[in-house]
T-cell receptor
Framework: AQKITQTQPGMFVQEKEAVTLDCTYD???????LFWYKQPSSGEMIFLIY??????QNATEGRYSLNFQKARKSANLVISASQLGDSAMYFC??????????????FGTGTQLKVEL | EPEVTQTPSHQVTQMGQEVILRCVPI?????FYWYRQILGQKVEFLVS????????KSEIFDDQFSVERPDGSNFTLKIRSTKLEDSAMYFC?????????????FGPGTRLLVL
Protein backbone atom coordinates (compact mmCIF):
# COMPACT_ATOMS: atom_id res chain seq x y z
CA ALA A 1 0.00 0.00 0.00
CA GLN A 2 1.15 3.51 -0.76
CA LYS A 3 2.19 5.44 2.30
CA ILE A 4 1.23 8.79 0.78
CA THR A 5 -1.52 9.13 -1.79
CA GLN A 6 -2.22 12.23 -3.80
CA THR A 7 -5.17 11.50 -6.05
CA GLN A 8 -5.20 14.74 -8.04
CA PRO A 9 -2.51 14.71 -10.72
CA GLY A 10 -3.58 18.17 -11.87
CA MET A 11 -5.70 21.01 -10.52
CA PHE A 12 -6.82 24.36 -11.90
CA VAL A 13 -7.86 27.35 -9.80
CA GLN A 14 -8.79 30.91 -10.61
CA GLU A 15 -6.58 33.63 -9.25
CA LYS A 16 -7.72 34.86 -5.80
CA GLU A 17 -9.74 31.71 -5.19
CA ALA A 18 -8.93 29.07 -2.56
CA VAL A 19 -7.86 25.58 -3.55
CA THR A 20 -7.52 22.31 -1.63
CA LEU A 21 -4.92 19.72 -2.55
CA ASP A 22 -5.65 16.28 -1.20
CA CYS A 23 -3.29 13.98 0.66
CA THR A 24 -4.03 10.76 2.48
CA TYR A 25 -1.46 8.74 4.36
CA ASP A 26 -1.02 5.28 5.76
CA UNK A 27 1.01 4.48 8.84
CA UNK A 28 0.70 2.37 11.95
CA UNK A 29 3.19 4.51 13.84
CA UNK A 30 1.45 6.70 16.46
CA UNK A 31 4.05 9.44 16.02
CA UNK A 32 4.53 10.94 12.60
CA UNK A 33 4.82 14.25 10.80
CA LEU A 34 3.24 15.48 7.61
CA PHE A 35 4.85 18.02 5.30
CA TRP A 36 3.96 19.89 2.16
CA TYR A 37 6.57 21.04 -0.33
CA LYS A 38 6.22 23.19 -3.43
CA GLN A 39 8.27 22.47 -6.55
CA PRO A 40 8.16 25.24 -9.15
CA SER A 41 9.20 24.57 -12.73
CA SER A 42 12.75 25.61 -11.81
CA GLY A 43 12.97 22.38 -9.81
CA GLU A 44 13.79 23.34 -6.24
CA MET A 45 11.82 21.93 -3.30
CA ILE A 46 10.38 24.60 -1.04
CA PHE A 47 9.04 23.69 2.40
CA LEU A 48 5.56 25.07 3.02
CA ILE A 49 3.99 23.65 6.15
CA TYR A 50 4.29 20.93 8.81
CA UNK A 51 1.77 19.08 10.98
CA UNK A 52 2.75 16.73 13.78
CA UNK A 53 0.52 13.79 14.63
CA UNK A 54 0.02 15.01 18.17
CA UNK A 55 -0.66 18.62 17.26
CA UNK A 56 -4.10 19.60 18.45
CA GLN A 57 -4.59 22.43 16.01
CA ASN A 58 -4.30 22.56 12.26
CA ALA A 59 -1.08 24.16 11.09
CA THR A 60 -1.17 27.51 9.31
CA GLU A 61 1.58 29.47 7.55
CA GLY A 62 0.39 32.63 5.87
CA ARG A 63 -1.88 31.66 2.98
CA TYR A 64 -1.23 27.95 3.58
CA SER A 65 -3.19 25.86 6.03
CA LEU A 66 -3.28 22.15 6.60
CA ASN A 67 -6.65 20.47 7.10
CA PHE A 68 -5.57 17.59 9.34
CA GLN A 69 -8.17 14.87 9.88
CA LYS A 70 -6.42 12.20 11.89
CA ALA A 71 -9.24 9.66 11.93
CA ARG A 72 -9.49 9.85 8.14
CA LYS A 73 -5.70 9.91 7.77
CA SER A 74 -5.85 12.96 5.59
CA ALA A 75 -3.71 16.09 5.53
CA ASN A 76 -5.02 18.35 2.82
CA LEU A 77 -3.27 21.57 1.91
CA VAL A 78 -5.45 24.65 1.54
CA ILE A 79 -4.07 27.62 -0.34
CA SER A 80 -6.16 30.74 0.09
CA ALA A 81 -6.24 33.69 -2.31
CA SER A 82 -4.29 31.87 -5.05
CA GLN A 83 -1.67 33.81 -6.95
CA LEU A 84 -0.11 33.14 -10.33
CA GLY A 85 3.14 32.35 -8.54
CA ASP A 86 1.43 29.43 -6.80
CA SER A 87 1.47 27.48 -10.07
CA ALA A 88 3.77 24.56 -9.30
CA MET A 89 3.91 20.89 -8.34
CA TYR A 90 2.93 20.25 -4.73
CA PHE A 91 4.16 17.22 -2.81
CA CYS A 92 2.83 15.78 0.42
CA UNK A 93 5.37 13.87 2.51
CA UNK A 94 5.42 11.92 5.76
CA UNK A 95 8.03 11.21 8.39
CA UNK A 96 7.28 8.15 10.51
CA UNK A 97 8.54 8.00 14.07
CA UNK A 98 8.98 10.71 16.68
CA UNK A 99 10.37 14.12 15.70
CA UNK A 100 14.03 14.82 16.00
CA UNK A 101 15.20 11.39 14.89
CA UNK A 102 16.32 12.39 11.43
CA UNK A 103 13.93 9.93 9.82
CA UNK A 104 13.43 9.90 6.08
CA UNK A 105 10.54 11.51 4.26
CA UNK A 106 8.23 9.45 2.05
CA PHE A 107 6.69 11.49 -0.72
CA GLY A 108 3.48 11.28 -2.71
CA THR A 109 3.31 11.55 -6.48
CA GLY A 110 2.41 15.22 -6.39
CA THR A 111 -0.33 17.50 -7.68
CA GLN A 112 0.35 19.97 -10.48
CA LEU A 113 -1.49 23.20 -9.68
CA LYS A 114 -2.17 25.79 -12.34
CA VAL A 115 -3.50 29.18 -11.31
CA GLU A 116 -5.41 30.95 -14.06
CA LEU A 117 -6.38 34.60 -14.52
CA GLU B 1 18.11 33.25 5.53
CA PRO B 2 20.40 30.21 5.64
CA GLU B 3 19.92 27.70 2.86
CA VAL B 4 21.26 24.43 1.54
CA THR B 5 23.47 24.84 -1.50
CA GLN B 6 24.41 22.25 -4.10
CA THR B 7 27.00 22.08 -6.85
CA PRO B 8 27.00 21.62 -9.73
CA SER B 9 23.51 22.58 -10.79
CA HIS B 10 23.80 20.37 -13.87
CA GLN B 11 26.15 17.51 -14.69
CA VAL B 12 26.42 15.45 -17.84
CA THR B 13 28.51 12.31 -17.70
CA GLN B 14 29.20 9.17 -19.68
CA MET B 15 27.92 5.83 -18.47
CA GLY B 16 30.48 4.13 -16.27
CA GLN B 17 32.06 7.36 -15.07
CA GLU B 18 32.25 8.43 -11.46
CA VAL B 19 30.42 11.55 -10.32
CA ILE B 20 30.54 13.46 -7.08
CA LEU B 21 27.66 15.69 -6.13
CA ARG B 22 28.35 18.31 -3.50
CA CYS B 23 26.18 19.90 -0.88
CA VAL B 24 26.68 22.45 1.85
CA PRO B 25 23.96 21.92 4.47
CA ILE B 26 22.65 24.67 6.73
CA UNK B 27 25.41 25.36 9.23
CA UNK B 28 23.76 24.38 12.52
CA UNK B 29 22.05 21.29 11.09
CA UNK B 30 23.30 17.86 12.05
CA UNK B 31 21.15 15.51 9.94
CA PHE B 32 21.85 15.27 6.23
CA TYR B 33 19.99 13.47 3.47
CA TRP B 34 20.12 12.67 -0.20
CA TYR B 35 16.99 12.16 -2.28
CA ARG B 36 16.52 11.75 -5.99
CA GLN B 37 13.72 12.49 -8.41
CA ILE B 38 13.63 10.78 -11.78
CA LEU B 39 12.01 13.07 -14.34
CA GLY B 40 8.25 13.22 -13.85
CA GLN B 41 8.29 10.92 -10.84
CA LYS B 42 8.10 11.35 -7.11
CA VAL B 43 10.98 12.16 -4.81
CA GLU B 44 12.71 9.07 -3.41
CA PHE B 45 14.87 8.77 -0.31
CA LEU B 46 18.43 7.54 -0.80
CA VAL B 47 20.31 7.94 2.45
CA SER B 48 20.46 9.80 5.74
CA UNK B 49 23.62 10.71 7.64
CA UNK B 50 24.22 11.71 11.22
CA UNK B 51 27.28 11.91 13.42
CA UNK B 52 29.56 10.92 10.55
CA UNK B 53 27.78 7.75 9.69
CA UNK B 54 24.86 6.51 7.64
CA UNK B 55 21.70 6.29 9.74
CA UNK B 56 19.45 4.79 7.11
CA LYS B 57 19.63 3.91 3.42
CA SER B 58 17.14 2.76 0.86
CA GLU B 59 17.31 -0.17 -1.55
CA ILE B 60 18.36 2.27 -4.26
CA PHE B 61 21.51 3.14 -2.31
CA ASP B 62 23.59 0.16 -3.37
CA ASP B 63 27.36 -0.36 -3.44
CA GLN B 64 27.70 2.11 -6.30
CA PHE B 65 26.73 4.94 -3.98
CA SER B 66 28.63 6.43 -1.08
CA VAL B 67 28.37 9.53 1.07
CA GLU B 68 30.97 11.48 2.91
CA ARG B 69 31.37 14.53 5.10
CA PRO B 70 34.94 15.38 4.15
CA ASP B 71 35.11 18.54 6.25
CA GLY B 72 32.94 20.64 8.54
CA SER B 73 30.77 22.05 5.81
CA ASN B 74 30.49 19.76 2.78
CA PHE B 75 28.39 16.64 2.32
CA THR B 76 28.97 14.62 -0.84
CA LEU B 77 27.26 11.86 -2.77
CA LYS B 78 29.48 9.74 -4.99
CA ILE B 79 28.23 7.43 -7.70
CA ARG B 80 31.11 5.15 -8.61
CA SER B 81 30.06 3.89 -12.02
CA THR B 82 27.05 5.70 -13.37
CA LYS B 83 24.26 3.95 -15.23
CA LEU B 84 21.69 5.41 -17.60
CA GLU B 85 19.02 4.95 -14.93
CA ASP B 86 20.95 7.18 -12.53
CA SER B 87 19.80 10.16 -14.59
CA ALA B 88 17.72 12.21 -12.17
CA MET B 89 17.58 15.33 -10.06
CA TYR B 90 19.51 14.75 -6.84
CA PHE B 91 18.48 16.76 -3.80
CA CYS B 92 20.47 17.26 -0.65
CA UNK B 93 18.53 18.18 2.50
CA UNK B 94 19.38 18.93 6.10
CA UNK B 95 17.53 19.23 9.40
CA UNK B 96 18.41 20.47 12.85
CA UNK B 97 19.62 18.56 15.87
CA UNK B 98 17.14 16.36 17.80
CA UNK B 99 15.82 19.07 20.07
CA UNK B 100 15.46 21.55 17.27
CA UNK B 101 13.12 21.69 14.32
CA UNK B 102 12.78 18.58 12.25
CA UNK B 103 11.83 20.11 8.96
CA UNK B 104 14.11 19.00 6.17
CA UNK B 105 15.26 21.89 4.04
CA PHE B 106 16.18 21.01 0.50
CA GLY B 107 18.87 22.38 -1.75
CA PRO B 108 18.13 23.46 -5.33
CA GLY B 109 19.21 20.09 -6.70
CA THR B 110 21.77 18.75 -9.15
CA ARG B 111 20.36 17.57 -12.44
CA LEU B 112 22.44 14.56 -13.52
CA LEU B 113 22.28 13.24 -17.04
CA VAL B 114 24.05 9.98 -17.85
CA LEU B 115 24.65 9.34 -21.55
Amino acid sequence: AQKITQTQPGMFVQEKEAVTLDCTYDTSDPSYGLFWYKQPSSGEMIFLIYQGSYDQQNATEGRYSLNFQKARKSANLVISASQLGDSAMYFCAMREGPPGGGNKLTFGTGTQLKVEL
Amino acid sequence: EPEVTQTPSHQVTQMGQEVILRCVPISNHLYFYWYRQILGQKVEFLVSFYNNEISEKSEIFDDQFSVERPDGSNFTLKIRSTKLEDSAMYFCASSEAPRGGETQYFGPGTRLLVL
